[in-house]
């Protein structure tokens, strides 16, 4: 099946940025939503923000006005900017894709947010 990465992940100071990146092993159709979970440890995980079809999107109280989300294309499916990073930031970060009537999983990637 098809398989997702994350991507753009790392070690960044507090009141930085990362862009986070979720493609997919082949082209996606009948893209539905892409959903960004983020786990940090000991933690269950939390939803981040999501993106749907028609371009509305959704973002956790925790971090709106700071994240935003976009759709890419069908391979490259979507990003997550992140602005103005804390360290309670720190998580692993998951996208979730639902297309082609099915639910696709990403293995994280790891943003480190420490001075």
């Known amino acids: 099946q098809v398989q997702l990465m994350e991507s753009g992940g790392g070690l960044v100071q507090p009141g930085g940025s990362l862009r986070l990146a979720c493609a997919a092993s082949r082209a996606l159709s009948n893209f539905n939503a892409m959903i960004w979970y983020r786990q940090a440890p000991g933690a269950e995980r939390e939803y981040v923000a999501r993106?749907?079809?028609?371009?509305?999107?959704n973002y956790a109280d925790s971090v709106k006005g700071r994240f935003t989300i976009s759709r890419g294309d069908t391979k490259n499916l979507g990003y997550l900017q992140m602005n103005s990073l804390r360290s309670d930031d720190t998580a692993i970060y998951s996208c979730?894709?639902?297309?082609?009537?099915?639910?696709?999983w990403g293995p994280g990637t790891q943003v480190t947010v420490s001075s």
């Open positions: 993106i749907h079809s028609g371009g509305s999107t």
């Open positions: 979730n894709v639902i297309a082609e009537y099915t639910t696709y």
